[in-house]
């Protein structure tokens, strides 16, 4: 079956550019997870859904930065008005269930590199 | 202030013998930890969690152990395999919806 999948899988931004980046979670799964991976570190996370609603935000560096999942599958991340800090690979994650002991499936990422 | 250190960036194991990596937290009390796989260019793949109450689990080659009071786990990977080499992620889940993950460790297993 079907994996998590992500696109772009690279997006070059110039700063002060808007990116919007694209996850389709696997189908059915209640919960999605999006993070930030810089070079050599961990994924950071960034928000969580459980289906449409977006429980926790906190993660998201500045207001620049924006997700939804309108009606609880797809997830768009989108970061306004890039700047060079930004660049990093956005990992997005789903669960079948809700809250995150359980199993997270990951996407590739999107590699984002703002110059 | 919280923190969770994996043992080293990079770790060389000779083919065969068992690798043993370690996480380390401070500041948190999480009801879970898991271990995640991650190979260059892909997302993390899951690999084992274990519960506060559980003193150990496996999987296959795999064994996860977990101590509260030392606030560590370590991962062993036994008869260790060229193809195991990758950046192992320790993960604490603390509450409902937030997992914070490790630096990683690189392992390398040399033929």
């Not at chain 1, 970061?79 to 997270?104: F, H, K, M």
């Not at chain 2, 271990?35 to 109450?53: A, K, T």
Request: aromatic share 10%; with cysteine; charged share 20%.
């Amino acid at each position: 079956g079907a994996g998590v999948s992500q696109s772009p899988r690279y997006k070059v931004a110039k700063r002060g550019q808007d990116v919007a980046l694209r996850c389709d979670p696997i189908s059915g799964h209640v919960s999605l997870f999006w993070y930030q991976q810089a070079l050599g570190q961990g994924p950071e996370f960034l928000t969580y859904f459980q289906n449409e609603a977006q429980l926790d935000k906190s993660g998201l560096p500045s207001d620049r930065f924006f997700a939804e999942r309108p009606e609880g599958s797809v997830s768009t991340l989108k970061i306004q008005r890039t700047q060079q800090e930004d660049s990093a690979v956005y990992l997005c994650a789903s669960s079948p269930t809700s809250g995150s002991y359980n199993e997270q499936f990951f996407g590739p990422g999107t590699r984002l590199t703002v110059l | 202030s919280q923190k969770i250190e994996q043992n080293s960036e990079a770790l060389n194991i000779q083919e065969g013998k068992t690798a043993t990596l370690t996480c380390n937290y401070t500041n948190y009390s999480p009801a879970y930890l898991q271990w995640y796989r991650q190979d260059p260019g892909r997302g993390p793949v899951f690999l084992l969690l274990i519960r506060e109450n559980e003193k150990e689990k496996r999987k296959e080659r795999l064994k996860v152990t977990f101590d509260t009071t030392l606030k560590q786990s370590l991962f062993h990977i036994t008869a260790s395999q060229p193809a195991d080499s990758a950046t192992y992620l320790c993960a604490l889940v603390e509450g409902d919806d937030k997992i914070i993950f490790g630096k990683g460790t690189r392992l390398h297993i040399l033929p």
